[in-house]
């Protein structure tokens, strides 16, 4: 079940910046950008609503604020990311975006959570940085 979710997670999580680009594309941006994120992050939260009220296990109320802070926290990225493809080129936009994502990701997990990047670690965070290049060369 954990590894169904994670992939949900993972598509689900490309999707919604993927959207915003194609606002941006076809000149839909501005005016429409805060009524996407709000369907898509009203999706969102039913769609978790759904899973858990399906009774797989009772919903503490630390797990509902950690979800509901942590897609307060994303909102407000959405929310920022769609500003600036107002005046700054989606290829800038998603490079920062992404590389910030990925830097602060991986310097907290390694100098605050002292984790050890291992060869697949590694290999993750130089296929992100060269994705990232690869975007803003395009």
């Known amino acids: 079940m954990w590894l169904r979710l994670m992939l949900v997670a993972f598509v689900a999580n490309g999707v919604g910046p993927f959207g915003l680009k194609v606002l941006q594309s ?9 009524s996407y994120l709000f369907f898509w ?3 969102g939260m039913a769609l978790a609503a759904f899973f858990s009220l399906r009774g797989w296990r ?16 994303s909102l407000g990225g959405q929310a920022a990311t769609a500003l600036a ?3 700054v080129p989606g290829h800038a ?3 920062v975006t992404t590389g910030g994502t990925l ?3 991986a310097t907290a997990g390694i100098l605050v959570f002292k984790e050890r ?3 697949y670690g590694l290999a993750g965070i130089v ?5 990232i290049l690869m975007l803003g060369i395009g």
């Open 26 to 34: 076809e000149g839909l941006l501005e005016g429409s950008q805060y």
């Open 41 to 43: 992050y009203l999706g």
């Open 58 to 73: 009772r919903l503490r109320v630390a797990e509902a604020l950690i979800g509901a802070a942590m897609g307060a926290c």
């Open 85 to 87: 493809l107002k005046t």
């Open 93 to 95: 936009v998603f490079a």
């Open 103 to 105: 830097f602060v990701v």
């Open 117 to 119: 990047v291992g060869k």
């Open 127 to 131: 296929l992100g940085i060269a994705s």
